[in-house]
């Protein structure tokens, strides 16, 4: 994501400066977007939403893997290639839900929408491959936290982890936590 929001905060950034980033009027900014809040609720809607936009079969594909632990894998590398797409919008969206209620109900209702998604593709991903007394739902969440966009931005960003570290720590992780051993 490139723009003002990303060098300049949300708070500091003006419709001044999204109409210059994106090279039309302030005007028409506010005819497109109604204010400062359409515009940030359509950025986080083209980056959240994204796969299903260029990818809606990806799920699929990785379901059709032969064993548990090779989808595990596929998950999870699909996961992080969208974090690492999408980390510069999270990191948006943390700052503004301190000062911006309607930006903290987004928040809120974003980790609803991705705990729901994930315990949905834990159910076609690790149906039958999980060790004996973890539920879908106990991986669904752990996958969640292991992939949030918080752990995310703080190893990749501020501990300067590669994206490929990341991706392999939490894929042993999950691995050896979540599915039998003849799954992996």
């Not at 302030?26 to 994204?50: P, W």
């Not at 943390?94 to 209702?109: I, S």
């Not at 996958?143 to 590669?162: D, F, K, M, R, V």
Request: aromatic fraction near 8%.
């Amino acid at each position: 994501m490139k723009g003002p929001w990303r060098y300049e905060g949300y708070a500091a950034t003006s419709m001044g400066m999204i109409a210059t980033a994106a090279g039309v009027s302030s005007d028409t900014i506010y005819l497109a977007y109604g204010g400062k809040r359409g515009v940030i609720e359509a950025v986080i809607h083209s980056a959240m939403y994204q796969d299903a936009a260029t990818d809606p079969h990806w799920s699929t594909a990785i379901e059709r893997l032969p064993s548990g632990g090779d989808r595990m894998r596929a998950w999870v590398a699909h996961t992080c290639n969208h974090l690492a797409d999408t980390s510069p919008v999270h990191e948006i969206i943390r700052v503004a839900a301190g000062t911006e209620p309607f930006v903290a109900q987004l928040r809120a209702r974003l980790l609803e929408e991705r705990l729901s998604l994930q315990r949905h593709r834990a159910r076609q991903i690790l149906l039958g491959v999980l060790r004996s007394g973890v539920t879908l739902d106990d991986a669904a969440d752990r996958y969640s936290a292991l992939l949030s966009p918080e752990l995310h931005h703080l190893l990749t960003i501020e501990c300067g982890w590669p994206l490929e570290r990341y991706r392999e720590w939490v894929t042993k992780l999950l691995i050896a936590d979540l599915l039998t051993v003849d799954a992996q």
